[in-house]
């Protein structure tokens, strides 16, 4: 089979190429061996031709003026213009080379930093998200402590109050009037210690699941506000994974403490959708609306509030966007990615 001329001669400067390539010859070395026999090539054929011109057709002298005119501009300014030529051809291209070169390890340096940067991004959303499930497990073992151990001693202490109010008779009012104020106390610091338990890690989210917790955290905290209260659920939550869960639970709570602290809202809606690839979350308000960006800072709690959802959901593949609400409000809207093997398992 034969090739075409023009691949023919593609092909063996190929293999010339590469024949040089193997001798040890880079693309360097085959322009300095080109800038030097070029030249002296085109002075040899120049030379040849002139003495078979000068000599052996006109018998003329081997040193004669027309002779060494000619061999002297045709035979060596010429290729010596050539060779400067090339000289500088290869300059530029030592260049260009080196620029190569150095965008080349620049590049190289920034897929380096590029991993780098990646494997530490991972290793801060494992820690993140460590970080959370620690701190969740602690705030369970808390609030089942205080549950069992203090609502048992409050509640131990109420009764005996009750016994001993009963046994003091009734001609003695004061002992009546403080006991009356202690009990008063006791059922005080009992609502108190349930507030600190349901902020800590409310009893209802692990006992009954999602949708009541939230239910809870809503009216509980929105409803002596006189702040209306709207929720829609979409699909079955009963087994989310217990890592999203905590998480939903946990940004929905954050944007509630957003709202009573900066919304001056007057309705919340809350709708939850959940399918086999992901579960939607969106809390929506009648409040002012969002600030303008302004630097984030320690004093911006609520730049903080929003920066802690978003990391939580990250920590999870998920993501947190927090925008205006047409024609006024903040909406906040959750994503979480779910694997139907976590669903299930959970």
Known sequence: ????PTRSKSLQRFRLS??????GLNVEGQLRLIQWLLPLTLTGIVLIDEIKEHILEKHELLFSENFLIEVTFFGLIGPTAVWLVLYWVRGVWQEREDDRRLLQKMYNELAEAQERLTALHVQRGKLVDRLMTVQEDERRRLAREIHDELGQLLTGLSLNLKVCQEAVPQELEAVHQHMARINTLIRHTI????HL???LRPIVLDDYGLLPALQEELHQRLDPL???VHLETNGSFEHLPP???TAVFRIVQESVTNIIRHANAHHVYLSLSCSTEELRVTIEDDGVGIPEPQPLNGDNRQRLGILGMQERAAALGGRVEVSRRQPYGTQVQVWFPLKREEVEAA
């Open 1 to 4: 089979m034969q090739f075409p």
């Open 18 to 23: 590469r024949w040089l390539q193997e001798r």
């Open 191 to 194: 609502d108190q210690t349930h």
């Open 197 to 199: 338990i349901v902020g």
């Open 226 to 228: 006189d702040i209306d």
């Open 243 to 245: 890592a999203v869960t």
